[in-house]
């Protein structure tokens, strides 16, 4: 019985986040621009697969992504080898980026507007590259306990310093690639990973040490877009 309330709890969760759009985009389709609702038995059917598909993915993250990602960071530490640890994070926040639908999207928009000069699979692993950096950045400021500020200070001067050198157009495509890796997949990983580390490394502090991995991951994204940008230029 306490598993089908829970299930029931979930769903509604799910619909309530989901509703306040769809509400939204009914009253401009039909009340602002006075359209009907095409399809409206597709539209209704899509919209229980949204729900569904929401509920599935979240109760998925919370079940697996998360607990797996905590497990992780606190079992880095046994490894006694930092350079080890650091290679690990690097893997892991390249392949999380890979599968990562918002990154897809956006590389096939990129390729597609481009007409084909700036591939999606290049952008794809250029962003990989960067949010691996990213990543091995954040868990070798944990593990040295390295203050945010001087880690993500000298990464901002030098994405500003290289937006001067590359194409105007890398500029906007880099901050896109930026925000299109903290999407569903990067995020509980990289989150779960960084607070399960420190955890268990003697003197971090979970709520200064565990969180700012993420801004760390677009950073290092932005600077390899903006350094793919100068080597297309070139």
């Known amino acids: 019985m306490k598993i089908i309330v829970d299930i029931i709890q979930s769903l509604w969760q799910a619909a309530r986040n989901v ?3 769809i509400l939204m985009l009914v009253i401009c389709q039909m009340i602002i621009l006075k359209k009907p609702i095409p399809n409206v038995g597709r539209f209704m059917v899509g919209l229980v697969f ?8 979240l109760k998925g993250i919370s079940l697996s992504l998360i607990p797996m990602g905590e497990e992780v960071g606190r079992n880095l530490v046994l490894l006694d080898n930092k350079v080890f640890i650091i290679a690990i994070a690097f893997m892991i926040g390249y392949a999380s980026t890979l599968v990562e639908p918002a990154l897809q999207a956006l590389a096939l928009e990129v390729e597609e507007v481009s007409i084909g000069a700036i591939r999606k699979s290049i952008l794809i692993h250029t962003v990989a590259l960067g ?22 200070i000298p990464i901002l001067a030098i994405t500003a310093f290289l937006m001067f050198f590359v ?4 500029v906007g495509i880099a901050f896109d690639s930026a925000s299109a890796t903290t999407g569903p997949v990067n995020i509980p990983i990289n989150m ?7 955890l268990v490394v003697e003197g971090a ?8 991995l993420v801004g760390l991951t677009s950073l290092g994204t932005m600077v390899t877009v903006l350094l793919l940008g100068i080597i297309t230029k070139l």
Do not use: Q, T, W, Y
């Open 205 to 212: 502090d979970p709520l200064l040490n565990g969180f700012g």
């Open 131 to 152: 949010v691996g950096i990213g990543m091995s950045m954040g868990l070798l400021k944990i593990l040295n306990n390295i203050p945010s500020r001087k880690v993500i």
């Open 19 to 21: 509703l306040p759009l």
């Open 167 to 170: 194409p105007e157009e890398f």
């Open 192 to 198: 779960a990973i960084a607070i399960g580390l420190s």
């Open 50 to 57: 949204v729900i569904l598909g929401l509920f599935i993915f």
